[in-house]
């Protein structure tokens, strides 16, 4: 079965530090993916970004980074100079097979507060 | 533009009425989900389709029940046997399974049971 673990319920940072959400994940497969969302309080859901359990180098979008730790199954997202804008509430989520389909679990998510 | 309408945003439901939930995409993806948000609980997903006139539950499918008759849509039903429908409830698309792509989200439904 997949699994995947947000140990933070929520986290606080200062405008322009950086932030680190801590994600690790439980599978069996393989090839898998690893998915980062940002949900704000309007509630919709905000893809960020995309790791391969292939991939050799940490995927980066703008000021989001993916910390991939293979051997320890973590996948930390990395938000550099944070800004107000970021807080909201940040899901871990991975693609990996279940039954010969792949369907996404998801953690039970960060929530992040960016302070002034 | 190409996205997820999802109908109603807000939904009242009387105790013992089933409530249908609309979920329609223009991406022309194959795979559809439904996901249920209880607050500290993350997303757990109740269905899913991979192909029209198809559909698997998942995790949480006791109470609900969804059709995929069109590519476009895939409904979903509270029933009077959920127990506790009270909740957020997210529509989701992908292109056909696999472990690379993203998931596309509605604007999401916020039911409550009076």
């Known amino acids: 079965a997949q699994k995947i673990t947000q140990t933070q319920p929520g986290m606080f940072v200062q405008e322009k530090e950086a932030v680190t959400l801590d994600c690790t994940y439980d599978?069996?497969?393989?090839?898998?993916?690893l998915f980062w969302y940002k949900q704000p309080s309007s509630g919709e859901m905000i893809f960020l970004i995309y790791?391969?359990?292939?991939?050799?180098q940490n995927a980066t979008e703008g000021r989001y980074s993916l910390n991939f730790q293979k051997a320890r199954k973590s996948a930390n997202l990395v938000i550099s100079a944070s800004q107000l804008g970021d807080s909201a509430m940040y899901f871990c989520?991975?693609?990996?097979?279940?039954?010969?389909?792949?369907?996404?679990?998801f953690g039970r998510g960060t929530s992040l507060i960016v302070h002034p | 533009d190409g996205g997820i309408t999802q109908s109603p945003k807000y939904l009242f439901r009387k105790e013992g009425q089933n409530v249908t939930l609309s979920c329609e995409q223009n991406?022309?993806?194959?795979?559809m989900y439904w996901y249920r948000q209880d607050p500290g609980q993350g997303l757990r997903l109740i269905y899913y389709?991979?192909?029209?006139?198809?559909?698997q539950k998942g995790d949480i499918a006791e109470g609900y029940s969804v059709s995929r008759e069109k590519k476009e849509s895939f409904p979903l039903t509270v029933t009077s046997a959920q127990k506790n429908p009270t909740a957020f409830y997210l529509c989701?698309?992908?292109?056909?399974?696999?472990?690379?792509?993203?998931?596309?989200f509605g604007e999401g439904s916020r039911l409550t049971v009076l």
């Open positions: 989520a991975m693609s990996a097979t279940s039954g010969g389909s792949y369907i996404p679990t």
């Open positions: 599978t069996s497969d393989p090839s898998y993916g």
């Open positions: 790791q391969g359990s292939y991939d050799q």
């Open positions: 389709s991979q192909i029209v006139n198809d559909f």
């Open positions: 989701a698309s992908s292109w056909a399974s696999t472990n690379t792509g993203e998931l596309f």
């Open positions: 991406l022309n993806h194959d795979a």
